[in-house]
Every structure is written in structure tokens, then in C-alpha cells.
Nanobody, 125 residues
């Protein structure tokens, strides 16, 4: 499975950005998909994920109410729409996938089977 993240850039605080994670490979529909991020000097943390079969989303507290994760099943692309961005959202954002991931497993980076290269999001104040 190959994952390709895109959509990062520089945005002012309060602005919006949409990240995309394109996926390819065998049985890609069997994978739950998640976004993680790593800010400078910090550990990587979970942001949002989508259940592999129902599409039910899971959000970190920091993302609730501001970010929306969605999946386009026709293109196997997962999007992360980020709004009301804050400087503390500045990080490298990574997409990841885990087979048959649901619920809590979407948020555990040790459970992920595949990772894409990150895309940098910079929020200026």
C-alpha cells in the first residue's frame, strides 16, 4: 500500500486548508485511514481517523469542531479539512493506514501498517 499526502502550505491563523491522502495498492478498501501530525520538538500525535468499513470518524480533542475527515471511496482518497487554524497546528502531517481499523485503533500510531511521507502545514500568527 502506498500513501501520498498533499495539500500542505502556509496559512494565516484563522484560515483553512485541506489535506489529501491518496492511496493505492491491494485491498485498499480494507484499510482504516488516519492523520497524525508532528510539531517541531514534539512527539507525533493523532489528529483524525476514519473507520475502514462504516466511514465513522474519530477525532483528537484538538481537532474536534475545527477539522473534518472524509473519504472518497471512488478515488480512495482521504481528506482532512482544517478550519480555524492556530499557530499550534503547525506541524508535519502524515497519513497512515491500518487494515480493518476501527475505533481506538485509528488513533494508535503503533497500530498503523503503512505511512505516507508528510506534508508541512505552517500557520502564521
Amino acid at each position: 500500500v502506498q500513501l501520498q499526502a498533499s495539500g500542505g502550505g502556509v496559512v494565516q491563523a484563522g484560515g483553512s486548508l485541506r489535506l489529501a491522502c491518496a492511496a493505492s495498492g491491494p485491498s485498499i478498501d480494507d484499510y482504516g485511514r488516519s492523520w497524525f501530525r508532528q510539531a517541531p520538538g514534539k512527539h507525533r500525535e493523532f489528529v483524525a481517523g476514519v473507520n475502514w468499513i462504516s466511514g465513522t470518524p474519530l477525532y483528537a480533542d484538538s481537532a474536534k469542531g475545527r477539522f473534518t475527515i472524509s473519504k472518497d471511496r471512488t478515488t480512495n482518497t482521504v481528506y482532512l479539512r482544517m478550519g480555524s487554524l492556530k499557530p499550534e497546528d503547525t506541524a508535519v502531517y502524515y497519513c497512515a493506514a491500518r487494515k480493518y481499523a476501527t475505533g481506538w485503533s485509528l488513533g494508535d500510531e503503533d497500530e498503523m501498517n503503512f505511512w505516507g511521507k508528510g506534508t508541512l502545514v505552517t500557520v502564521s500568527s
